[in-house]
């Protein structure tokens, strides 16, 4: 009987189990609508489709953890697919050389949007939206307007291609190990010294760094991290669906609904980097679920924003709901 | 003819999710007295306040006022009733000026526009009438000391006409002197026949201002005394149930004072100057004085907050350059900060994490036999939690100090430094943290404490260092008189 309460408490708490019990149910319905979704071959589809989602989310968790906002991701998608595609321009040995600028590239946008959060005290938002223009821009200006150059076949292998020949499943894509091994890093990434320093910073930051937590420097390292995770999303959407100039637009805020439907909180401190993963992969499901009910993909934006706000209000009213029940079993103020 | 009571409240029931806060509980307040209203955490005293301002709701009950009956559901309801509440966190706009925050929403009008100078001169006379002379109505809130920002919400809630005035830990803030201040006012509201409900840990200020006690304990009332016919002994043990033998406990057998282990010399930045201090192993030294004397200030010194900008630190005979936080606890320095909410716990992590945190944070305290030893470090500290995962914003304040302390005996300082460990929390934490200073001096840990209160300090301290205006005053032996410290911590020197 308690157990069934304890249980039933954390599907409704607003945190981690929360997202898994709506990913269940939007499963349920895929799987009402479309009996064959759940065969090897299309459940392997939509994790490829996926994983990128997935990755940009452990990152921003990271972010959003430690108590920020990393507003440029999704301009940082677009510019490593173009870069890329100029850079490479067809020619197959490249493309590794260029895979390693590109993550350089990563890591030195991480490195300024969490210096210039941190050192220079800008707030993240700030930061990170004026990085988000900059990209933007600097790439419209360098190609002049639309991408030039292509993608190498070697460099399209990680988001299109996979182990084939799999009993049951067919393919196993890349991409879905790839996402795999990413999401495993950082489960074991929040498990860490650096993991229980993040957390705490965003809790608290003062109590942190009079710990000895160095809040600057693992908030830094934080802004790196979604920083790799864009540029390994960027591979995985370039390979998959090729060079445009709408690569990544609009992604820093499905990835952001889909860490705050995992249940972790805006201004940090609270949420576990595996709930955010599930979220974007509630989202994508949800959009799939869209699309079989033939909905219309102009819908999306709309049904974010509708998440978003609502996932926040759930939160905050579970929020306010318990410091009540903690004075009456403990008494919390001192008084 | 009698008068009817200012408030009375009969039968109050009051539950949170089935669990009982307050059981039948009676409080009945005369006009023109000031009632007490004491009890351990978790007896159920913020929760009747909060009845009483319309915070809360009760369940069952009724609440008179001047005999009439009422009911709250809203805090305003309650301030249009006469019932003024002053919390412990102040509610002043930090850039208005007193004026305008006494007269916030009610300001004097003239054509449409606000009437500054009628708004002054009622605030001036309002002010004068409370006996304070030298708080001038145009100055910003956020320029004021603690104390006089409690003037301004007291002088605020008699511009409403309030008459009861329900004040939560008024001083829990201040220093001696400065509670003096608050005397004088209660003292003043009561000539004016207003009443004052108070409620406060600190008993001596029980026995000085109020004129009755009401004792409540796990949320039922115990008894309600004229505070003439109760001893603060009598009244501890009504409070707690059971007799609290002597308050402080005595060194323990096999106390040694060993080597210095904590040695500042000729220390001083911006607030401080000409600092020297030894603390020995085994010694717990206290720091005196009032607020802004500098006590605070020489602890975030020492622990490089606002680090020494002249002078020398030793830490176990080696000079050290402590420029941060991670400096000191490399040295082995600890810091119980002031302020455990803000400075000391993340309050939405776990017991455990917040216990761990000083070894996660710092690579080099961090080792597995340390982690291992922290839960034997909670246990040995009596906390009381639902485990390692509870949350510890769910705690009580006295356990949730008892986590700040477990995180830095984790790191096995050698120096620990205690800056009002034991503000805001009850009688029986109070006295388990006693008798742990005692037994980290046994253990051969080096122990600064810092208190406002004064009785601490000469119950535990085996030396009293007293600081006057940024500066060491003058030192006195453990169980020193008060009289002696006040002299030196108001700059003179004791007769």
Known sequence: MGRIRTAAAALAGGGTGTVFALLAAIFIAVAFTNPGFFEGPSLMAFLKQAAPLVILAAGQYFVIVSGNFDLSVGALVGAQVVIAARLIDGEESRTLPVMGVMLLFGLAVGLVNGLVTTALKVQSFITTLGMMLVLTGAIRLWTGGAPTGSLSEAFRGPGRRGIDDVPLIGQIPWAVLIMIGVGAAAIWLMRTRFGRVLVASGDNELAAELSGGRVDTVRTVAFVLSGLSATVAGVLIGGYAGVSAQVGQGMEFTVITAVVLGGVVLGGGRGAVVAAMAGALTIEALFALFNQMALPSTIRPAAQGLIIIAAVAYAAKRRTRRPVAATATTNANPS | ?495
Not at chain 2, 330 to 344: F, S
């Open chain 2, 1 to 495: 003819m009698s008068q009817a009571p200012v408030l009375a409240m009969r039968g109050i029931d009051k539950s949170f999710l089935g669990v009982p806060v307050l059981r039948s509980v009676d409080l009945v307040i005369e006009p023109g007295e000031v009632h007490a209203v004491v009890g351990e955490n978790g007896a159920g005293k913020s929760t009747l306040m909060k009845i009483l301002a319309g915070v809360h709701t009760a369940d069952a009950g009724t609440i008179e006022l001047g005999g009439r009956a009422v009911s709250f559901t809203h805090p305003l309801q309650a301030q249009h009733a006469g019932v003024a509440t002053v919390f412990q966190e102040f509610n002043l706009l930090p850039e208005l000026s007193v004026a305008e925050n006494i007269h916030l929403g009610r300001e004097p009008r003239r054509r449409g526009l606000i009437d500054r100078r009628a708004m002054a001169e009622r605030t001036a006379a309002l002010l004068s009438d409370l006996g304070v002379d030298d708080l001038a109505p145009a100055a910003k809130a956020k320029t004021l000391s603690v104390p006089r920002q409690q003037i301004v919400e007291i002088a605020k809630a008699m511009s409403q006409g309030a008459d009861l005035i329900c004040m939560d830990e008024p001083t829990a803030a201040l220093a001696d002197a400065e509670v003096e201040l608050l005397y004088r006012l209660v003292e003043r509201l009561r000539d004016k026949g207003v009443s004052v409900l108070y409620v406060s840990h600190r008993l001596r200020e029980i026995f000085d201002l109020c004129d009755r006690i009401t004792v409540l304990k796990d949320g039922e009332r115990v008894t309600t005394v004229d505070t003439a016919d109760i001893t603060p002994d009598e009244l501890v043990t009504a409070m707690v149930g059971r007799r609290i033998e002597a308050v402080f406990p005595e060194p323990l057998p096999g106390t040694e004072t060993g080597e210095v282990r904590l040695a500042v010399t000729g220390g001083g930045n911006a607030q401080i100057d000409g600092i020297d201090l030894e603390v020995r192993a085994g010694e717990i030294v206290g720091l005196a004085g009032l607020q802004g004397s500098g006590r605070t200030e020489i602890a975030e010194a020492v622990f490089g907050i606002e680090p020494f900008t002249r002078g020398t630190v030793a830490v176990d005979g080696e000079t050290r350059r402590i420029t941060g936080p991670r400096k000191a606890i490399a040295a082995g320095i600890a810091l119980v900060t002031e302020d455990r909410k803000a400075q000391g716990l993340a309050l939405n992590q776990s017991v455990g994490a917040n216990a761990r945190m000083v070894l996660d944070a710092n690579a080099r305290v961090h080792s597995r036999a340390r982690l291992a030893r922290i839960s034997g470090i909670l246990s040995s500290l009596d906390l009381v939690s639902r485990g390692e995962d509870q949350e510890v914003q769910y705690l009580s304040g006295g356990n949730q100090q008892k986590v700040v302390v477990a995180k830095w005996l984790a790191a096995e300082p050698g120096v620990i430094v205690l800056d009002e460990p034991t503000r805001g929390i009850d009688v029986g934490a109070k006295h388990k943290l006693y008798a742990v200073i005692r037994s980290l001096a046994a253990e051969g840990l080096a122990v600064l404490l810092i208190t406002s209160e004064l009785i601490e300090v000469i119950g535990l301290a085996d030396r009293i260092v007293v600081l006057h205006d940024g500066r060491i005053a003058g030192e006195l032996p453990g169980g020193a008189t008060e009289q002696q410290v006040m002299a030196y911590a108001t700059g003179r020197s004791p007769a």
